[in-house]
């Protein structure tokens, strides 16, 4: 049940093929057919948007998840007002990584920053660190200390 790996002019050969299956959802899971790192960097899967990940967040994403709201499919722009002028503790977090998103997209795929949007932002729970709290008489309660992966995904607009 191994995939076989294809060389560079293979995929190049059928780029239309493999961009058309991998755009087709599987129909039992209803997920894309996964691609090989090298062959997303050949077929030039993912170079039109800018994306930035960061995992580990000290923040509950709970949390995260309200800000994201108030930044989705906004501009470029207007994200970086809404996130400087937002009096939440995720948003600090996330200017950093639009800004780190916006440079993936400027720097690496050669995108306009006058066109940038946020497409995309999720936050997914990331482990929990357990502590313990002592208490009274020899008890101890048990604190959560969650943590989050935030990412967010930038494109121009069409």
Known sequence: MEKKV???EELLK??????????????????PALLTKKERKVLGVGKDEGRAILKHARISSRKVKIVLDLIKNKGIDEAYGVLKFTPK?????L???????????????????????????????????KRIMPRAQGRAFKIQKRTSHITLIVKERQ
């Open 95 to 129: 200017y950093k990584l639009l800004k780190s998103a916006e440079a993936n997209a400027v720097n690496n795929n050669g995108l306009n920053h006058d066109e940038l949007y946020v497409a995309e932002a999720f936050a997914t729970q990331g482990p929990t660190l």
């Open 14 to 31: 059928n780029k239309d093929q493999i961009l058309a299956q991998q755009n087709a959802k599987h129909t039992k899971s209803n997920k």
């Open 6 to 8: 294809l060389s560079k």
């Open 89 to 93: 503790a995720a948003s600090e977090v």
